[in-house]
């Protein structure tokens, strides 16, 4: 059952995972937030521990101090009391009963405050004085134990044994009868064999250190608050400027979206006007003049001329330079050599053609690569170095092209130059955005992720594309693709 529910649970968070891809503006967003928001999570909880610990050192400052108050307080009157009644004691035999009875009472009569009385316990644990908690006189509460285990009478009796101390225990509050913490103050009556002392409840000093430790937590929690509103404002304003700067960038990019459609627009246009004056103007007339010569030979068969067949080969003359002028079309739109024998080739073939046709001295050096260019950069590389020639000789005035082809560890690069004219100053500072060339071999670069640089002169052009690596094939891809396309 578990592994049949296993791929439906798998597929489910493939189904959400595709839901809440987020988009480039969102990822932009949060790569900005994220680490704001970290930050200031983190200087909260180090202001919060470091508030939290300044704050318990306070308190245990001020609750060491008030507990230090009331042990003084115990001991003052302990000292007071033994003082009151030391005359008898100090006159009195160990087995004296009436004086015994004189200090009890007076120890008895001695009650201070709400809750403040004298206890004596003898070293047996019998209870002797108990004026709030009469209940307990004459009672043995030697193995008497607090709700935390703590043997309050038998610590009485050991600090007592020892001359005089405190003991911090629970005792029950004769007001409410709940157990709460107490300090005492115990001493001796070594020749009584009795311990007598009092006690304070601290309750009060630990309300007062809780409500400090809330007013603390309180005040945290409002850190908090403050922090994670300034920090929601933070992201607000964030999130607002990364709106606006989005809507402003949508808004370039649809521009320029739209000059480039209508750049691409006018290139096909201005493409396709090129391809239909060569075809009305080129193999047009010459398919014209191959009809007349054709529709000739035929009027002169049937009359029997013997200048027939000179008609017919100037037909053959002109049907020839039609297909020769049907392959270079052909070429310009898509050279065949660049697919089937590579860039070397191709670029070596288009610049012999650009020379016989030109006239300008053109000179080619190609270096093998060790990889191979992938198609698309190929092509592109190939129509940069078509585009400038088309520059050069309609523009530079140059008598001379070289163009330089080679690979090397960082990638690829072509270098076209020429002794012209140069390309005019304000083109050439802007970069290549001065014409619909300059801008074409820009774009094709950069789709590439290579880099094309122009240095201009009076003296003469030079154009490098530099393509990175990337764009080229290992080894055994390029050797598979040459055994897929042989197959």
Known sequence: MIRAKEPLFESSMRELFRHIRLSYGQKLFLLATLPLILA???????????S??????????????????KKAELKNYVTQARNGFYFIYGNAAPDDDF?????????????YGDEGFFFVYDYDGNNLVSPRQTELIDQNWIDLRDSTGTPVVANFIDTARDGAGYVEHLWPKPSTGEEVRMISYVTSFPSWRWAVGTGVFIDDILRTTAAARAEVEARVQRT?????????????????SGLVINIRERRLADVKLKKLTQRVFDAQEQERGRVARELHDGISQILVGVRYALDSTRRRMTAGDERAGET??????????????????????????????????????????FGSRTGIETDINTVVFRNRLN???????????????????????????????????????????????????????SGPVGGLGLRN????????????????????????????????????QDGATKRKAQT
């Open 375 to 429: 198609p698309d950069a190929k092509f592109s590389l190939y129509r940069i170095a078509q585009e400038a020639l088309t520059n050069i000789e309609r523009h530079a005035g140059a008598t001379k092209v070289t163009i330089d082809m080679r690979g090397h560890k960082r990638g690829a690069t072509l270098r076209i130059s020429d002794n012209g004219g140069g390309i005019p100053q304000q083109t050439s500072r």
């Open 99 to 111: 004086a015994k009875q004189q200090v009890m009472q007076i120890l008895a009569a001695m009650i």
């Open 52 to 69: 939290r610990q300044l704050a318990e050192r306070e308190i245990q400052a001020l609750e060491t101090q008030l507990i230090e108050a």
């Open 40 to 50: 200031v999570t983190a200087i909260s909880l180090l202001v919060a521990n470091q």
């Open 224 to 240: 908090f608050l403050y922090i994670g509103g300034i920090t929601l404002g933070a992201v607000l304003l964030v999130f607002l």
């Open 441 to 476: 071999m820009q774009e094709r670069v950069e789709q590439l992720g290579g880099t094309l640089r122009i240095h201009s002169s009076k003296h003469g052009t030079v154009i490098v594309a530099d393509i990175p690596l990337s764009q080229l094939l290992p080894p055994e």
């Open 312 to 353: 017919l080969e100037r037909g053959m003359g002109h049907l020839s330079t039609a297909i020769h002028e049907v392959r270079r079309i052909s070429r310009d739109l898509r050279p065949g050599v660049l697919d089937d024998l590579g860039l070397g080739p191709a670029l070596r073939a288009l610049t012999e053609e």
